[in-house]
């Protein structure tokens, strides 16, 4: 048989596993946000060393790599002023004529459908550092969002 039709294992066809990405920019945090980061780390290197097949294994460490370099980087910031907007604020705005709320915080925090996002989301870097009572430009509008509030969230500062 000619080597070209040759094939010597599957795993020579198999595409690169690459690291998981990092996110550019500073990795800002809450203490929540920090203390979430070890817990992960934790519970990954349980599942590492508990983990029998190879090939599960290198998936496990991969994270692992991930949330180490996470929490090595990690940049725990205080609670912001009172009624300004920063890492670890409840911000109440109204937008559209409706009035929400969200928290702002780190990446590996997020979690939008329980009100928590980035503060590189778009919305997060419309808020950061505005004040109560500010009108913020979101989405092309200069007056898309007022500021009603913004206060230390006690379960991410914590």
Request: net charge negative; aromatic share 4%; charged share 30%.
């Amino acid at each position: 048989m000619s080597v070209a039709f040759r094939r010597e294992s599957d795993d020579e066809h198999k595409e690169p596993e690459y690291e998981l990405p990092i996110p550019v920019g500073a990795n800002l945090v809450t203490p929540r946000g920090l203390r979430l980061l070890g817990e992960e780390v934790a519970r990954l290197e349980a599942a590492v060393a508990a983990e029998g097949d190879e090939e599960a294994r290198k998936k496990l460490q991969r994270q692992l790599r991930y949330f180490n370099t996470r929490k090595a980087t990690a940049e725990v910031q205080a609670a912001a002023d009172e009624d300004v907007v920063g890492i670890g604020s409840r911000v109440r705005y109204a937008l559209n004529g409706s009035e929400r709320a969200v928290t702002i915080v780190g990446h590996d925090e997020a979690d939008p459908a329980a009100g928590r996002i980035a503060f590189t989301a778009p919305l997060g870097r419309a808020l950061m550092g505005a004040e109560a009572g500010d009108m913020v430009e979101f989405q092309g509008r200069e007056d898309a969002i007022t500021i009603l509030a913004a206060t230390a969230d006690p379960e991410v500062m914590a």
